[in-house]
């Protein structure tokens, strides 16, 4: 068996180390945007720690690389130039780490609105011609990664977008608990419904993300399961550390907050003290329920990707950082 451990969710560690006086730009307004628009050399520097640290496919910084965040100041017409500058700034992290032939970089394709909103996902129309940008921009990737999808109207247009360019594609879903305490994405699709539609789009793989790993420890049984022996898609899984909220109304300015807050504003997601030990028997779970790329999204730090890295590689397990 492969396996790919997978680096995600730049954004909450960009935050992290500006609020530990690095010189790394934050907003709540542009997200890790900001980084790339004013400190894109925080951009190389993470990329290069999580590569050290043992990930084998590092995720280009462009998951606010949007209209929704560039219209805020002006510069929609930025998308395509930024998007490409994601690739560019994770192949010098690459190239600075020795690591040509062993780190792949996967083009982010995210959502086009607020995170967890699948009531706020743009129409048809505009979900086509904004994917299509994206995608374009960011073909100087190895593969494509549709993440943090919340429903399956965003996966329908972009996935096929990404596999028509016959590069690789992933398509990664965020999950929720709905009200009758049923595992699905925001939308309600119930998770083998979503990856027998996923499958059938073409993808190499299908993911979850962006959610509590005690979820994608749930979710991952009823992905196997629903693959009824298609050996040739993988599954996967790379949580965030968020206590989990209301997301039915989430939106980055009201439950984020700003740095050095600690993320315990009024209406702040909470960091939880996710601790590496934890993490890794997560994603332990996650291997043996068929799980072949694992890794970490929002508020999973390098130190946890070298500990998932070093609990698959146990000869190395006394190294400081992989190369």
């Known amino acids: 068996m492969k396996f790919t451990l997978l680096d995600g969710g730049m954004g909450l560690e960009l935050k992290e180390r500006k609020a530990a006086g690095e010189d790394v730009a934050y907003s709540l307004e542009l997200f890790s945007t900001a980084t790339l628009l004013e400190t894109p050399q925080a951009v190389v520097q ?8 043992g990930a084998t496919v590092i995720t280009t910084a462009s998951y606010a690389v949007t209209r929704f965040y560039l219209d805020k100041i002006g510069q929609a ?90 590069k690789p594609t992933w398509a990664s879903f965020t999950l929720k608990h709905d009200k009758e305490d049923r595992l699905c994405i925001p939308d309600g ?45 993988r599954l996967g899984g790379y949580g965030n550390a968020w206590e989990e909220c209301d997301r039915d109304h989430w939106t980055i300015d009201q439950n984020e907050s700003h740095v050095g807050a600690n993320d315990h504003g009024t209406h702040g997601m909470v960091v939880r ?6 993490y890794v ?22 130190s946890h990707i070298r500990a998932i890295y ?14």
């Open 46 to 53: 993470l990329h290069e720690d999580y590569i050290k640290a």
């Open 77 to 166: 017409c930025r998308v395509k130039e930024l998007n490409q500058l994601c690739v560019a700034l994770a192949r010098k992290a690459i190239a600075a780490t020795d690591s040509a032939s062993s780190v792949l970089v996967a083009g982010c394709v995210p959502p086009l609105s607020e995170s967890y909103r699948a009531d706020l996902v743009p129409q048809d129309g505009q979900l086509k011609e904004q994917y299509a940008e994206i995608i374009e921009s960011l073909t100087g990737s190895d593969l494509f990664l549709c993440e943090t999808m919340s429903s399956m109207r965003e996966a329908a247009v972009s996935v096929p977008i990404c596999v028509a360019t016959g």
């Open 189 to 233: 699709t119930d998770v083998e419904s979503v990856v027998k539609k996923t499958v059938a789009m073409g993808v190499e793989a299908v993911l979850f993300n962006c959610c509590a790993p005690e979820l994608i420890s749930e979710a991952l049984p009823k992905a196997s399961a629903a693959l009824n022996g298609a050996s040739y898609v």
């Open 273 to 278: 003290d996710l601790r590496e030990e934890h």
């Open 281 to 302: 028997e997560q994603v332990q779970e996650w291997l043996q329920s068929g799980a072949s790329i694992v890794g970490g999204c929002c508020g999973i730090s390098p």
């Open 310 to 323: 070093q609990d698959m590689n146990p000869q190395h397990a006394n190294e400081h950082e992989h190369q």
